[in-house]
Nanobody
Framework: QVQLVESGGRLAQAGDSLRLSCAASGRTSSNYVMGWFRQAPGKEREFVAAVRWSGDQTYYDESVNGRFTISRDNAKNMVLLQMISLKPEDTAVYYC????????????????WGQGTQVTVSS
């Protein structure tokens, strides 16, 4: 079992930068893939970014590519999402997620989820 706790969400203005953190505890493994997802009001949850717990392989949705950077701090068991040039359309609840296997797919198969942190970007 893995527990994920997100933090860092707040009200921001368009163009601002923000960093979200995800603290992982429990039975983590170097095989894990850690991801960030988001869900805007009235929309389905969507993939944002992911990183493998071991190695440097990352993957981004094209809507955030170049503006968001996902990274991990293995010593602290944390995954970070650095967001720059925020847009109002980035407004959403952001969720941290983890999955235990990787077969080349960064987007689906996540089994552990955090409770989410709210990011609101005003224009």
């Amino acid at each position: 079992q893995v527990q994920l706790v997100e933090s860092g969400g707040r009200l921001a203005q368009a163009g601002d930068s923000l960093r979200l953190s995800c603290a992982a505890s429990g039975r983590t493994s170097s095989n894990y893939v850690m991801g960030w997802f988001r869900q805007a009001p009235g929309k389905e949850r969507e993939f944002v970014a992911a990183v493998r717990w071991s190695g440097d392989q990352t993957y981004y949705d094209e809507s955030v590519n170049g503006r968001f950077t996902i990274s991990r701090d293995n010593a602290k068991n944390m995954v970070l999402l650095q967001m720059i040039s925020l847009k109002p359309e980035d407004t959403a609840v952001y969720y941290c997620a983890a999955k235990t296997t990787f077969w080349g797919d960064f987007v689906s198969g996540y089994i552990y989820w955090g409770q989410g942190t709210q990011v609101t970007v005003s224009s």
